[in-house]
């Protein structure tokens, strides 16, 4: 069965320094890749996805992820964090048979101000 | 495009009771998939609805149920109410043109049970 690893529960980053937030997948085939976040007492909101080609994603807010087959890994990354970025974020794979994801179990940003 | 709606947003309920979840899927989404959230257990997969069939079901028991209308609005349901039935319930809906997992979630409906 497939299952996704962040290997980070909590990771603190001083605003306007670079970020990345690590995934891990396992899966025996190159699965569908996304990474949410949620704002505290929110729903879930897509920041970017990963089908095919091009193994570097751009997403929504300044947020890109590589995905990376030989490490079975799927990466956040930001340039620079802003404060609005504290929030928890989540590594989500899709293997098929209808839209059932599964999920990591999330990474808690916090930001310093 | 209105995003998906979650009625409703807060419920408190006492053990042994039952609850009903309302999610209006964004226009023309007839996929719609049910997740519960927990502090212990994470994001876990309830149930998915496409075109008033359930397609999928998790590893939840019989007392979580759910149903999906014609115009794909979806409800669940959970029966005798347990503690560890607070969660918070989310809803998404995916585009029918494909299945690949992009989905859409609504703000998500609370549920404390005492």
């Known amino acids: 069965a497939q299952s996704v690893t962040q290997p980070d529960i909590h990771i603190t980053v001083s605003e306007g320094a670079s970020l990345e937030l690590r995934c891990n997948y396992s899966?025996?085939?190159?699965?569908?890749l996304f990474w949410y976040v949620q704002s505290p007492g929110q729903g879930l909101q897509l920041l970017l996805k990963?089908?095919?080609?091009?193994?570097l994603v751009q997403g929504i807010k300044g947020f890109e992820a590589e995905f990376k087959r030989s490490q079975s890994s799927f990466n956040l990354r930001k340039p620079s964090v802003h404060w609005s970025d504290a929030a928890e974020y989540f590594c989500?794979?899709?293997?098929?048979?209808?839209?059932?994801?599964?999920f990591g179990t999330g990474t808690q940003l916090k930001v310093e101000l | 495009k209105a995003g998906v709606t979650q009625t409703p947003r807060y419920l408190i309920k006492t053990r042994g009771q039952q609850v009903t979840l309302s999610c209006s899927p964004i226009?023309?989404?007839?996929?719609v998939s049910w997740y519960q959230q927990t502090p212990g257990q994470g994001l876990q997969f309830l149930f998915e609805?496409?075109?008033?069939?359930?397609?999928n079901k998790g590893n939840f028991p019989g007392r979580f149920s759910g149903r999906q209308f014609s115009n794909s609005r979806s409800e669940m349901n959970v029966s005798t109410l347990e503690l560890g039935d607070s969660a918070l319930y989310l809803c998404?809906?995916?585009?029918?043109?494909?299945?690949?997992?992009?989905?859409?979630f609504g703000e998500g409906s609370r549920l404390t049970v005492l």
């Open positions: 998404a809906s995916s585009r029918d043109t494909s299945d690949t997992g992009e989905l859409f």
């Open positions: 899966y025996g085939a190159t699965p569908y």
């Open positions: 990963y089908f095919s080609g091009d193994t």
């Open positions: 989500a794979v899709f293997t098929g048979g209808g839209n059932k994801l599964t």
């Open positions: 226009s023309g989404h007839r996929s």
């Open positions: 609805y496409f075109s008033e069939t359930q397609r």
